[in-house]
């Protein structure tokens, strides 16, 4: 008893110090105001934000904003600001001049801006990813990578500052139902959002209906009541999996949303992506991954996605990855977690498939040793999802599984700190994987570039 007593307090401590970690990352992310007005009909955005709230980031910032958007003024409390921009992939980087040099952050920008998008229906668009603001003429889909919204940038760090703090007024005429990130959905054609807790903002709109239930709600999906309670059960599931794991209380009800494609999808293909709290899925049906007889997913990829993407509650919410190995920790660790919710789930023969399939598709290739890594993109897809998650199997089978999910929560626990490998070699030693075993685990497995000694280990 005094064992479970004693697990309790410390349970509350740390769930303690994680409200406090939010609540200072709350602090310093910037809140954006002010009014929102959509067209659907015309595929129109008209905004006139305030951002505020902004890091002293000297003259070292930009304001990053989808280039279909057309700038009307910048402005601060009273004056109408200067400004050039420089081309990005998908959006135009703004920075604030006097005319001679460049200025130090306002306390508060102004923004007044509009941009109109084209709407697919017949014939489609040849491709559509999460950077997309979509159009399918039933909803819009835009999301924070999409830079619908202003997003600070700070050239200094490196770092977006995409999630925000919000009280937005979103007017749609046409449309039925309104949604942003970090809020419940509200009927149209005005609603009204705000948020002290700073998300990724994730705008959906259109003509659909909200289902709700005690830990997930659905946009769009039209399921069937006992289908959609089957996918919130094995969803809690999940969630239940990882908190006793990690003996952290899972925090966060998740919205799911369904949208059509604006690129052509067969019936066996379809993508996703996740602006946390909420998951997207295009191209697929969420009424066709439940097996009615089972009430489970009807196949462990369509399990191991959704593991994967609750996953990001702890690498992207909890710790916010960055430095030269951000995309290790962003996708690589939720990648980790999702195979051993598999593992529980479906059995050691899941994880046994995971690596053969791994092994097929890594074959050939090569890899930069993780510990030689010096900017994010040296972590490309293959290596995040597949080869990374990989080596993580490896050191459990060296030190055990206790010791990784100690790993785990020595990095959840961590504050603003730099996730690049000095980081890595830090949590492993704060889970007291021995110096013996981690120099073994770098010899054998980090300081390879061929994934085939990586897999001969894991036989």
């Known amino acids: 008893m005094k064992q479970n007593g004693y697990s309790k307090i410390l349970a509350l401590i740390f769930l303690i110090f994680i409200y406090n970690q939010i609540f200072a990352q709350n602090s310093t992310a910037p809140h954006i ?17 305030n951002v505020s709230n902004i890091s002293k980031l000297d003259t ?6 989808n280039r279909g958007m057309n700038i009307k003024l910048f402005r601060d409390s009273g004056n109408v600001l200067r400004y050039n921009n420089l081309p990005g992939d998908d959006y135009l980087s703004y920075r604030i001049h006097d005319g001679k040099k460049y200025v130090a952050a306002p306390k508060v920008i102004n923004i007044t801006y509009s941009g109109a998008f084209p709407i697919y229906t017949d014939p489609l668009n040849f491709y559509d990813y999460k950077g997309v603001i979509a159009l399918n003429g039933k909803t819009l889909r835009a999301s924070e990578q ?46 009204h959002f ?24 659905f946009l769009n999906a039209e399921m069937q009541t006992d289908i959609a309670e089957s996918f919130n059960q094995q969803i809690s599931s999940i969630k239940a999996f990882y908190a006793g794991k990690l003996n952290i209380p899972y925090q966060q009800e998740i919205t799911f949303i369904q949208h059509k494609a604006v690129e052509p999808y067969g019936p066996d293909r379809s993508w996703g992506f996740v602006t946390f709290p909420s998951i997207a899925v295009a191209g697929g049906r969420f009424n066709n991954e439940i097996d009615v007889k089972t009430k489970k997913f009807n196949h462990i990829f369509k399990y191991s996605f959704y593991a994967h993407e609750l996953g990001h509650y702890y690498f992207g919410t909890l710790l916010h990855p960055n430095s030269s190995l951000k995309w290790f920790f962003l996708e690589s660790f939720p990648e980790y977690l999702s ?32 510990n030689k890594i010096t900017k994010p993109e040296n972590i490309d897809e293959p290596y995040r999802y597949k080869y990374a998650p990989i080596m993580l199997l490896a050191l459990e089978k060296r030190v055990g599984e206790k010791k990784v999910y100690k790993m785990i929560k020595k990095a959840l626990e961590a504050k603003n700190s730099k996730t690049d490998y000095a980081f890595f070699v830090e949590i492993a030693k704060e889970a007291e994987i021995s110096s013996s075993d981690w120099k073994s685990f770098e010899d054998e497995i980090i300081n390879n570039e061929n994934p085939k000694i990586v897999f001969e280990k894991l036989q």
């Open 339 to 370: 195979i051993k919710a598999a593992e529980q789930e479906y059995g050691k023969q899941a994880t046994e498939t995971y690596i053969k399939n791994a092994e097929k598709s890594l074959a050939g290739k090569v890899f930069i040793p993780l």
């Open 194 to 217: 705000k948020s002290d807790k700073a998300v990724g903002l994730m705008l959906f709109t259109g003509d659909y209906q909200i289902q709700k239930f005690s830990e997930s709600s």
């Open 146 to 191: 999409s830079k619908w919204y202003p997003v600070m940038y700070d050239t200094k760090n490196e770092r977006e500052l995409d999630e925000v703090t919000y009280d937005l007024n979103v007017e749609c005429l046409d449309c039925k139902t309104i949604f942003l990130n970090g809020s419940e959905a509200q009927p149209g054609p005005t609603a």
């Open 33 to 49: 105001s002010g009014k929102v007005r959509i067209s659907m009909k015309d595929g129109l955005i008209v905004s006139d934000l």
């Open 60 to 65: 070292a910032f930009r304001i990053n904003l």
